[in-house]
């Protein structure tokens, strides 16, 4: 297992198990205390993972992920969420997904609806939806490394071209006031998206709840529903 991997891997057991020892870890992926210990620190050093007393936890609040972590943190329960969010697709109709990990998860569930179109800004889902045969148009703009998610004064020109039948986003953070998100510029984004779209549907998981981030992206009234898990 190739070391990036492998840092997913333990991403996933600490979301599965909550706070695990090295030894543990070690026994899992099969691989010595020491090449574990040297994978925590480099996690530590990113601020995704917290050691303690011989073992580590996933950060409360992590920021910047990149989408391949991000995306398998609270997999099930954004995958149910997907599920969800599918069933409110329009038949024939052009929605936007945006790049968020939970968006993501609905690329699957997309198939099943014909004569749909898909506008994005999400390089990820572009990909992996390329396999599906559903028209699919991505915003231009600037690439974010780590988020894989294209954003800027480019991508916001061509959202206000466009006007979708739903948007489907999700953001860091949610409480009775607000929707909220770390990124300045996905935010921005998502408050034209809105703008733009006939029905608007949240995506949140339950570990976002009474989480708050610097960008007010809208009110939780602005949107047509909330879909968790």
Excluded: W
Excluded at 115 to 135: D, F, K, M, R
């Amino acid at each position: 297992m190739i070391r990036e991997e492998r840092k997913e891997e333990l991403m996933k057991l600490m979301e599965e198990s909550g706070y695990c020892t090295v030894e543990f870890l070690a026994e899992r992926l099969f691989t010595s205390k020491s090449t574990i210990r040297r994978n925590l620190a480099s996690l530590e050093s990113m601020g995704y993972v917290k050691r303690s007393y011989g073992g580590a936890e996933l950060c409360k609040t992590i920021d910047h992920v990149p989408l391949k972590l991000r995306y398998k943190k609270n997999h099930r329960s954004k995958d149910i969420i997907a599920r969800k969010a599918a069933q409110e697709i329009p038949q024939g109709g052009v929605i936007f997904i945006d790049a968020s990990s939970t968006c993501l998860h609905m690329v699957p569930y997309l198939a099943q609806h014909t004569e749909i179109t898909v506008y994005t800004n999400s390089l990820e889902a572009c990909s992996s939806l390329s396999a599906t045969g559903i028209p699919t148009y991505c915003l231009g703009g600037q690439l974010l490394p780590k988020s894989l998610a294209f954003t800027g004064a480019q991508a916001i020109r061509m959202a206000q071209s466009l006007y979708f039948d739903a948007l489907f986003f999700s953001c860091s953070g949610y409480d009775t006031e607000a929707i909220t998100d770390y990124s300045e510029p996905e935010a921005e984004l998502r408050r034209v998206l809105l703008q733009q779209s006939k029905k608007a549907y949240f995506l949140c998981d339950n570990s976002k709840f009474g989480s708050r981030y610097t960008y007010v992206v809208c009110r939780p009234t602005d949107v047509t529903k909330i879909i968790t898990d």
